[in-house]
């Protein structure tokens, strides 16, 4: 069936560093792809999605790009704030659109001043 | 900007008891969808909902789990005998708008908590 597989956490950075969080897909078709943000004690927002292969997507800083190649779908910033300390969740929703979300484990990201 | 709410934010219950979680989708959206997302756990989906019925299930949602539109703007869960396993933060989602997109946009949850 369709899976997400992201990094394990936490990932711990300090103030202005560089942050990737790797998430691969497997799907039967072409999905599309978000990543998800959840905040202390907060539910889940959409931070940033691509819809197709060599899209990328981008939010508050930000990016992710879909490679089908790699079925890959990893997410950048360059420079992290204390602010950005959440747990982000990396999902894939098949293009037939009105289907479940299929999420990764999360991975938890804290960072330090 | 529209958005999806849930109530109540925190149910606590005994085990065996009934729970209706609420949600209040946004107002153009014509599917709906509830998750789960067990302590330290990944998000997991329950069911969707459209058009009155149910559009999949998944095998978490058994017989113990009914959802309902019981009017224009609430969507519930209902979980009927609670068992301990039951205890969670319950994720409900909608999306489709009449432009067609399905982000799926998500409330801020209740956390059950059976004891």
């Known amino acids: 069936g369709d899976s997400v597989t992201q990094m394990e956490g936490p990932v711990t950075l300090s103030e202005e560093a560089f942050l990737t969080i790797n998430c691969t897909y497997t799907a039967t078709g072409y999905p599309s792809l978000f990543w998800y943000v959840q905040y202390p004690g907060e539910g889940l927002q959409l931070l940033l999605k691509a819809t197709k292969a060599d899209d990328k997507g981008s939010n508050k800083g930000f990016e992710a790009t879909y490679r089908k190649e790699t079925t890959s779908f990893h997410l950048e910033k360059g420079s992290v704030q204390v602010s950005d300390s959440a747990v982000y969740f990396c999902?894939?929703?098949?293009?037939?659109?009105?289907?479940?979300?299929?999420f990764g484990t999360g991975t938890r990201l804290l960072v330090s001043p | 900007e529209p958005e999806v709410t849930q109530t109540p934010s925190h149910q606590v219950t005994q085990m065996g008891q009934e729970v209706i979680l609420r949600c209040v989708p946004i107002s153009n959206h014509l599917y709906f969808y509830w998750y789960r997302q067990i302590l330290g756990q990944k998000v997991e989906f329950l069911v969707s909902?459209?058009?009155?019925?149910?559009?999949?299930k998944s095998e978490i949602f058994d017989d113990q789990f009914s959802v309902e539109r019981p009017d224009g703007s609430n969507f519930t869960l209902k979980i009927r005998s609670t068992k301990l396993e039951d205890s969670a933060m319950y994720f409900c989602a909608s999306s489709g708008d009449l432009t067609g997109s399905y982000e799926q946009y998500f409330g801020p949850g209740t956390r059950l908590t059976v004891t």
């Open positions: 999902a894939l929703l098949m293009n037939t659109g009105f289907q479940k979300l299929v």
């Open positions: 909902f459209y058009n009155n019925e149910i559009s999949e």
